[in-house]
């Protein structure tokens, strides 16, 4: 929520938003409890670390009101956590956060906060070191959620199936010299479509999907492909949870995409075979 940081007072302002709603909710005595042995100071390293492992959702999703997705030893009485949403949302409103753009910031600061909250109560390591982090942890990472995952020793990269919450395939690449991780996806087009046909998807594809990279280039064999990426930085560590929900979300944003492709000039690997005959089951 990069773009809401900077309409709002920049760091500053997040970090001031974060302490009061964190003060707020420590005075109430039905809520001090969600906060309990999370220090102040946990809350607000995790909000300014970790944004870009909270992907920008379809901004339909945030018609609904943020849902506890922490884990669960420490999620609280569902009508608690609706109480701490709303303060939130008057903290917001108090701040003067537009109420187009307060679904948006509550939901991204929920999140990184139910992280904090859930790492507090864990028991057992969930959390990469900085040192930690290598193409072999990544791929040992995919494998132990039984995700099939192959390492491509030309280029580098981990290539992924479509199971356990990942919906396309996807590769990823550890840039040890950015300390980054990057996310990728690719689609083919189909045969005698051109680079500048796909010039178009891009275009729209980056409109509709604005946390995505979106390219399209021809490859060795001059076949034009359509190229998604994101990145997220590792030198300050990196939380699992977070890297399985930024895995998992790149893909369905990169399937999203697909949806500006009216002229089906590419080819989706996960579409439903059409006109075979027989009704859909």
Request: glycine share 4%; proline share 5%.
């Given at each position: 929520?990069?773009?809401?940081v900077l309409k709002y007072?920049g760091?500053?302002?997040l970090?001031k938003?974060?302490?009061?709603?964190?003060?707020?909710?420590?005075?109430?005595?039905?809520?001090?409890?969600y906060f309990?042995s999370?220090?102040l100071?946990q809350?607000?390293?995790?909000q300014?670390t970790?944004?870009h492992?909270?992907?920008?959702k379809p901004d339909?999703?945030?018609?609904?009101?943020?849902?506890q997705?922490g884990?669960?030893?420490?999620?609280?009485?569902?009508h608690?956590?609706?109480d701490?949403?709303?303060?939130l949302y008057?903290?917001?409103?108090?701040?003067k956060v537009?109420?187009n753009?307060?679904?948006?910031?509550?939901?991204?600061?929920i999140?990184?906060?139910?992280?904090t909250?859930?790492?507090?109560?864990?028991t057992?390591k969930a959390?990469?070191k900085?040192?930690?982090?290598?193409?072999d942890?990544l791929l040992?990472f995919y494998r132990?959620?039984?995700?099939?995952?192959?390492?491509?020793?030309?280029?580098g990269?981990?290539?992924t199936?479509v199971?356990?919450?990942?919906?396309?395939p996807?590769s990823t690449?550890?840039n040890?010299?950015?300390s980054?991780?990057?996310?990728i996806?690719?689609?083919k087009?189909?045969e005698?479509?051109?680079?500048?046909?796909?010039?178009p998807?891009v275009m729209?594809?980056?409109?509709?999907v604005?946390?995505?990279?979106f390219s399209?280039?021809?490859?060795?064999?001059?076949i034009?492909i359509?190229e998604g990426?994101?990145?997220v930085?590792?030198?300050?560590?990196?939380?699992?949870r977070?890297?399985?929900?930024v895995?998992?979300?790149?893909?369905?944003r990169?399937e999203?995409?697909?949806?500006?492709d009216?002229?089906?000039?590419?080819?989706?690997?996960?579409?439903?075979?059409?006109?075979?005959?027989?009704d859909?089951i």
């Open positions: 929520m990069n773009d809401l007072g760091v500053a302002g970090k938003l974060v302490e009061t709603f964190y003060e707020r909710v420590c005075k109430e005595r039905g809520l001090m409890h309990f999370v220090p100071v809350i607000m390293a995790d300014l970790y944004p492992y909270i992907m920008r339909i999703d945030y018609r609904t009101s943020p849902k997705t884990v669960k030893e420490i999620r609280i009485a569902l608690v956590f609706e701490v949403i709303k303060l008057v903290v917001l409103s108090d701040a537009h109420r753009d307060a679904p948006r910031m509550a939901s991204h600061i999140e990184l906060v139910e992280e909250r859930s790492r507090a109560a864990d057992k959390f990469y900085p040192a930690e982090i290598t193409t942890a040992t132990s959620q039984t995700i099939e995952a192959k390492l491509d020793e030309t280029t990269e981990i290539r199936m199971m356990q919450g990942l919906s396309y996807m690449v550890f040890e010299r950015e980054s991780i990057h996310l996806a690719r689609a087009a189909k005698s479509v051109e680079v500048n046909d796909v010039q998807i729209a594809a980056s409109t509709k604005p946390p995505i990279h399209t280039y021809a490859d060795e064999n001059g034009t359509f990426r994101y990145q930085a590792t030198k300050y560590g990196v939380p699992k977070l890297l399985q929900r895995t998992n979300h790149f893909t369905w990169f999203e995409a697909f949806k500006v009216e002229q089906e000039l590419l080819i989706n690997v996960v579409a439903p075979p059409k006109n075979r005959g027989y859909k």
